[in-house]
């Protein structure tokens, strides 16, 4: 999009001032986005609660993550069409109400099957919401403003998963479960209201006819992908139903390459990663995302563990996180121009590598000041590292290409969270096995701390792995969201 386009977008009274069109876009998206990820995290503190009032098995509560993940891992693929053939606006309307109607039904449930019923209808609106409000946004802000567009989304990404174990530890012991799901409701209906009035539709001609083959192997690819990955820390690599997903999984994104490249206008559009300047941040971003979750799945555990942490003392150590990416959002828009993404992004992961590695240290007498510190730090170099990426992946992408541009990357980065979880869940699970065994007492509890400290490992490795990847960004990419905007030279 040119910044004439841009500058000719329609403006709005709000609330007697005049706004500019990209930021009611984002003041839409942000709501939407940050209901939808800090869901995820308020249900992942309640789940013990949830077993209890229900009266469900370990394997039948996780059908409360899984069920809502697998809804997610068929609508994301399909989320860029949706929005280029039936209209942005109405499609992120549709996302947002199911979201909204699924969240309202979910704290309604009277048995553990309705809710994970409700969870799966709730994943529906969440697969749709974020790829259809990130394409809104990238069509919304000019090139050189992206980085801007980006912050947000990282600020978003980051601050929601911190704020939903706080709130939910709040909302389980002083009121109901329910309200971890009724929460959401007053932030959908405002989003929904503010949607309605400001946003402007928006259809992409070349959207093509509905490609079935595309969302069924997309789907059940990233769908089985998911759930072998869930599973396997549990039930052991080897067990049957985990090689069978995964290896259908496997199959799935086999047939799906070969498909999708013989299609005019395919669900997916593989052809994207074709160009070096789309494919290397989404490279990134699969590693660091997983080094960013998996270290999120594995910390809480240890503080509530062996470190005797509460739900509620646990959400505030790792919360100034979120403060530290708040704070490195506010200086990257100036940075990003004269340093571009590839050396900010290496400084993000290679210093995030560095603060991750002294988690190995944390013990049960480090104090939770030390911790908080750490998680701080992290978020410093997290917001280094995430805001210049996402900037740099759209930033040759065609206005007609930005839906499934923006569907290709929510996908990676659901698939790199998913290998993270798993990969340090199963280093936790082998080590504490090997060094905890029949043990009980002091030593069983020291030999359960050293399990955290080399799954703590895996993501040190991940955020090394991010940092080689992103030595082969080229800011020569990157140009058109390099440049200063007009007055900021």
């Not at 259809?132 to 990404?157: C, D, H, I, N, Q």
């Not at 290397?280 to 005797?308: E, H, I």
């Not at 992004?345 to 603060?355: E, L, Q």
């Amino acid at each position: 999009m040119s910044d004439l386009v841009a500058a000719a977008q329609p403006t709005a009274n709000f609330f007697g001032r005049v706004v500019p069109y990209k930021w009611l876009v984002a003041a839409a998206f942000v709501l939407g986005l940050f209901m939808d990820i800090l869901d995820t995290t308020i249900v992942n503190v309640a789940l013990p609660t949830l077993s209890q009032e229900f009266g469900a098995t370990t394997n039948t509560i996780e059908w409360v993550v899984t069920g809502y993940l697998l809804s997610l891992a068929v609508w994301i693929p399909a989320s860029g069409w949706l929005g280029d053939r039936f209209g942005t606006k109405r499609t992120f309307i549709f996302a947002l109400f199911m979201f909204t109607l699924a969240s309202g039904l979910c704290g309604a449930a009277w048995n553990i099957q309705s809710l994970i019923a409700f969870r799966v209808l709730q994943g529906v609106g969440g697969g749709m919401l974020t790829p259809v409000g990130t394409a809104m946004l990238y069509r919304a802000f000019p090139p050189m403003e992206r980085p801007k567009a980006s912050a947000l989304l990282a600020m978003v990404t980051v601050l929601a998963p911190a704020i939903g174990p706080i709130l939910g530890g709040l909302l389980i012991e002083q009121a109901s479960w329910r309200w971890i799901f009724y929460v959401n409701l007053p932030i959908g209906l405002i989003g929904l209201a503010f949607a309605a009035k400001y946003l402007v539709e928006h259809t992409e001609p070349t959207a093509g006819r509905f490609d079935l083959a595309g969302f069924l192997l997309s789907g059940i690819g990233l769908g089985s992908l998911l759930f072998g990955m869930a599973e396997g820390p549990v039930r052991g690599w080897t067990h049957p139903l985990v090689l069978l997903t995964i290896g259908g999984a496997i199959i799935c994104f086999a047939a799906l390459i070969k498909v999708e490249l013989g299609k005019e206008f395919p669900m997916l559009d593989l052809r994207l990663l074709a160009d070096r300047s789309f494919r290397t941040p989404n490279l990134v971003s699969f590693a660091s995302f997983g080094a960013l979750l998996g270290l999120l799945f594995l910390l809480p555990q240890f503080l509530q563990g062996p470190r005797g942490f509460s739900p509620l003392e646990s959400g505030l150590a790792t919360f100034p996180q979120a403060l530290g990416i708040l704070l490195t959002a506010r200086y990257i828009g100036k940075l990003y121009p004269v340093y571009g993404p590839r050396r900010l992004v290496m400084f993000g992961m290679a210093t995030n590598a560095v603060i991750t590695l002294c988690f190995v240290w944390v013990g049960l007498d480090t104090s939770a000041w030390t911790i908080r510190g750490l998680m701080f730090a992290r978020g410093l170099t997290l917001g280094f590292g995430f805001i210049p990426l996402q900037a740099a992946a759209f930033a040759r992408i065609k206005l007609e290409s930005t839906g499934r541009a923006a569907a290709l990357f929510q996908a990676q980065r659901q698939a790199g969270a998913a290998v993270g979880v798993a990969i340090l869940a199963t280093i936790l699970i082998e080590r504490r096995d090997a060094l905890v065994g029949s043990k009980t007492g002091p030593a069983a509890v020291e030999g359960l701390v050293q399990a955290f400290h080399q799954a703590f490992l895996g993501s040190v490795i991940l955020a090394v792995l991010a940092f080689i990847a992103a030595s082969f960004i080229r800011d020569i990419d990157a140009a058109p969201t390099m440049r200063r905007p007009p007055g900021k030279r």
